[in-house]
């Protein structure tokens, strides 16, 4: 029997990576969506960014939020995202996380 790869498939992967901090195999996990023109979808980036704020790697979770405003997905995934960064102690992070989210127009200033 042949597992087909979908985008259900693709989530429950970078979701267990994320919640391992392993990434960098997560970040890959959407590329190769990407080359395989399976269409992420607002878990796919929760599951990203919540991965990412967890391992700290805030400049990561600014270039999905570029990909995740283009796709329309923002409120939830940013705001989780955000939430995230806040309750690791980041301050700052979550304030620049913030500030994107008004410049694109996600949350009234």
């Known amino acids: 029997m042949k597992i087909i790869p979908n985008v259900y498939r693709y989530n429950i992967m970078i979701n267990g990576l994320g919640k391992n901090k392993k990434m960098n195999e997560g970040m890959n996990l959407l590329k190769q969506m990407h080359m395989k023109i399976i269409v992420a979808d607002s878990v ?16 990561y ?43 694109n127009g996600c949350v009234r200033a």
């Open 44 to 59: 796919t980036y929760t599951s990203l960014t919540d991965g990412l704020c967890k391992s700290g790697r805030i400049s």
């Open 61 to 103: 979770v600014l270039d999905v939020m570029d990909e995740v405003h283009e796709r329309g997905f923002e409120a939830i995934v940013i705001i989780v995202c955000t939430y995230n960064v806040y309750t690791e102690g980041l301050l700052d992070e979550a304030l620049i996380i913030w500030s994107k989210m008004e410049d």
